[in-house]
């Protein structure tokens, strides 16, 4: 039987598409999400799902929360590490190598979500893949994110404009947890950071931890996941 070819509607509704950026700056993917969110809006291109690492940096979010950061931009700068504002809801976090970083360019109205969901939506999706290594990560009914004890292993921010979001979630995979002594992570005292790599004691390929992650995307949102090429 000859099969009949999606709409762009239908298409849209049925698929979600995930690249896979490899290691690249902060202010370079941001630029990109913006470019995408945009033809998103247009429905030009369909939800995104990125997949990449970022080079050592520090990101504030919208709030007011240079208090959150403890070093001086010299000290930063020493180490190798960029300061950046951003646009995303939170306060400071880290990104850096051994962190899977995700965002997601998805309007929301074609999963029948508000903000609130989809935060759940992507606090579930690693909570699942978090699982797969065989650690019970749960949640903070105050704070975003997702914690093992009072350790935080998962950061959440998003933004939304019109409808579309940008941003995502950031998993510590065997990122270096020393760097997070610069930053009071999330503007939370009291607690800690941890890692798949200091609960297991084993380093999972980034890809691994990606694929697993790009499967219950999928999964959670109702969505075939289809990989385009890089930078499309």
Known sequence: MKQIPMTKSQYQNAVMEWQDLGRMPYREAWSLQEKLRAERSEAVITDRMLIVEHPPVITMGRKECIADVVSTESTLSAEGIELIKSNRGGRATYHGPGQLVSY??????SFGMGVADFVFALEEMCI?????????????PVNPGLWVGTDKIVAIGLNVSHGVTQHGLALNVDCDLAAYRHIIACGIHGRGITSIERLTGQRPQQSAVGQRLIAHAGEILSREMKSVTPLA
């Open 104 to 109: 997601f360019i998805c309007e929301l109205s």
């Open 128 to 140: 699942r893949t978090l699982a797969d290594f065989d650690i019970c990560a749960t949640r903070d």
